[in-house]
């Protein structure tokens, strides 16, 4: 018998991931590091089972960068980590923080996977952007959602809107 996504086999998009979320990406090939020390190898990314019930600052420092600047799918991982140690609050530290299901390497996506959770969320998979039309799925709100990418200002991240599906630097 073959093992669900839950029990740790072959995960698709749409399904409960074994920290007890939706996978909202699966890469179509290849790989990508993560977990907690950045050990392990990935193909799908799992969006966390509840969301943080209010908007919260991106991190307590907002007067120096945090060398968090990568974007791609399979970076936000090491961004959280990096800028964990810096953030002492902040939706930052609630990422680094959260826990569920017995995972403890729950993260901060990156601009890009931010995206990509973006698409999912507005039943706009397949899709190269997550403006356009779309219905929101159960459990996401229509306001902005932090990245773990800096936009390359000291004091500025990326976040995107999950009303418009914009992505825009902010503080």
């Excluded at 600052?57 to 974007?71: E, F, Q, R, V």
């Excluded at 952007?129 to 936009?151: H, I, K, M």
């Amino acid at each position: 018998v073959a093992l669900t996504c839950a029990q740790g086999g072959t995960c698709a998009i749409g399904d409960t991931g074994p920290g007890g979320g939706k996978v909202f990406y699966v890469q179509a090939t290849g790989t990508f590091n993560c977990g907690v020390a950045l050990t392990s190898t990935c193909k799908y990314l799992e969006a966390a089972p509840t969301d943080h019930p209010t908007q919260i600052a991106w991190c307590s420092d907002t007067t120096s960068a945090l060398g968090t600047t990568a974007t791609a799918v399979g970076t936000g991982m090491a961004n959280t980590t990096t800028a964990d140690g810096t953030c002492t609050s902040g939706a930052i530290q609630t990422a680094a923080d959260y826990t569920n299901n017995g995972k403890t390497d729950w993260h901060l996506p990156s601009k890009d996977e931010l995206n990509e959770l973006c698409k999912y969320a507005r039943t706009r998979e397949g899709q190269t952007s997550c403006q356009g039309t779309g219905t929101t799925r159960t459990g996401f709100s229509t306001d902005n959602y932090w990245s773990s990418s800096e936009s390359g200002d000291d004091r500025l991240a990326w976040d995107q809107d999950f009303n418009d599906g914009f992505q825009g630097p902010s503080l």
